[in-house]
């Protein structure tokens, strides 16, 4: 009940919601939390920094594949980036502005564009 509360009130103040289950690791910076939505099921690593209007969250589609995205350690994500579905996204990764990541993305690279496409 607690957590509930806790996520309205957050969305009231900063405009972001958070679903009180994602898995949250220390240093996540929300530069503009305005239009954010973190999903239920969405695993964030440390030192994740997170532009506006970013969405994370679960993709239900007709063939099973179900999940939440998880990010690894020191991802950058830009203003309008979206990372939904059973995603896995490296540490030191940078998602570009606008980019809809549908696939993994590995260490140390770039996703950029709709859909996005990797830069290693």
Known sequence: M????LKQLN???T?????????IGPGLVLWHPTGIVIGSGVVIG???????GVTLGA???RTGQDGDPVLGDDVYLGAGARVL???????RVRIGANAVVLT?????????????????
Request: proline share 8%; aromatic share 2%.
């Open 59 to 61: 993709a239900r589609s």
């Open 85 to 91: 579905g059973p995603v896995r996204v490296g540490d």
């Open 104 to 120: 993994d993305v590995p260490d140390d690279a770039s996703a950029v564009g709709v859909p996005a496409r990797i830069i290693p």
């Open 46 to 52: 440390r030192e994740v920094r997170v532009q506006q």
């Open 15 to 23: 405009g972001a919601d958070i679903a009180w289950s994602a898995r």
């Open 2 to 5: 607690l957590g509930s509360v």
């Open 11 to 13: 969305h009231v103040i």
